[in-house]
């Protein structure tokens, strides 16, 4: 069976520096916000070019640091793509506000920028971009919508660790951005992480502030806060796998191509083949036949997903949002299924994956 993902074999290269660093925060006696956070922070923020980086307990924590620190009410109205995640828009109700969903490009599934400016009302006070399965949205258009409109910019990078566009990384092409280190991300822990990216010295002061209780100082607690810290453990793990990123992201890129270059079935839509904008967490296809496809690759012992099978505004936790239609999203929905795209595949098993896919 060829496996969707293995985090096992992903992992084994790192064992033996694994084994290492655990030890080494042991036998620290610092495992609260010590030196593998700050250090970790430190690194990532050069990493991504920007001023603070600030390590929270999950990617979508970080979403809600964001909003609180900006201060959003009640009535606020949050821009978000409804081809998504349900987190991006937990995220948002949970920090009080309301998300206004924006239909995705079929090229890309990402948030189609001409449908932004139509739904900005008095009320709006932010665009959330979420760069799906690793691919970079238009973020010169959408910038400058929220320019236009005084907006702010806040990405979702949570699958998109060192995508580039135009010498910048995700991280760095709004107001802030939140990343989550989920095991299965590009930059992934092996545990819960997360972190806010800006250049917005007082925004970056708060959320340090807020991940913390409300408190920058032991006993005096500046705002009504939570506990939303990364660990020192993960964190001096994802210091590890950080100097391996872009060589794992090339690794994916280079497996993308192979498929894109290789896959010749008229019933299959590809990903669109791509510079550094992509760094393909998830190599998601489009097949109006989804179920048949996913249930002849199973037979032909190869494991796929689906990166998601309901949009969130037909999710019960949104009955509020059930009655609305946005085709675009749902046929996504209906159509993607992702396969084996990780870093530990080897060639053998894409060239059986991409026969079976051309058999089909």
Not at 2 to 26: G, M, Q, S, T, W
Not at 334 to 353: D, F, G, K, Q, V
């Amino acid at each position: 069976m060829i496996e969707f993902l293995n985090l096992n074999k992903i992992n084994a290269p790192y064992e033996l520096e694994l084994e290492r660093v655990f030890k080494d925060v042991v036998s620290s006696g610092q495992y609260i916000l010590g030196k593998q956070v700050k250090t970790f922070e430190e690194e990532y923020a050069m990493y991504c070019g920007v001023k603070h980086c600030i390590g929270v307990s999950n990617g979508t924590d970080a979403l809600h640091l964001i909003l609180q620190a900006y201060g959003f009410s009640n009535m606020d109205e949050i821009i978000v793509p409804a081809n998504t995640y349900i987190a991006t828009i937990m995220a948002i109700s949970q920090s009080g506000c309301k998300p206004v969903l924006v239909e995705p490009v079929f090229l890309n599934y990402n948030i189609d920028p001409l449908r932004i400016e139509e739904k900005i009302t008095e009320n709006t006070k932010a665009i959330l971009p979420v760069h799906l399965y690793g691919q970079l949205c238009d973020m010169e258009a959408i910038c400058e919508i929220a320019y236009k409109h005084g907006l702010k910019v806040i990405e979702d990078g949570s699958q998109s660790h060192g995508a580039m566009m135009k010498g910048r990384k995700a991280g760095a092409l709004g107001d802030a951005a939140a990343f989550s280190f989920y095991p299965t991300k590009n930059l992934g822990c092996l545990g819960d992480g997360g972190a806010v990216t800006t250049n917005d010295d007082s925004l970056a002061e708060k959320i340090r502030c807020l991940r913390n209780y409300g408190s920058i100082q032991k006993g005096k607690n500046h705002h009504i806060g939570f506990n939303s810290r990364l660990d020192e453990i993960q964190a001096a793990i994802l210091r590890i796998k950080l100097r391996h990123l872009d060589e794992e992201n090339e690794k994916r890129r280079s497996i993308a191509n192979f498929y894109i270059k290789n896959m010749k079935n008229s019933k299959i839509v590809l990903p669109v083949l791509s510079d550094k904008s992509h760094v393909f967490h998830i190599f998601a296809i489009r097949v109006e036949e989804r179920a048949q496809l996913q249930s002849y690759l199973q037979s032909n012992g190869i494991q796929t997903a689906i990166h998601y099978p309901i949009p969130p505004h037909k999710q019960s936790a949104y009955k509020e949002l059930n009655t609305l239609s946005f085709p675009i999203t749902e046929q996504i929905h209906r159509e993607i299924l992702s396969i084996p795209a990780h870093i530990a595949l080897t060639s053998n098993e894409m060239i059986m994956i991409t026969e079976a896919i051309n058999a089909f």
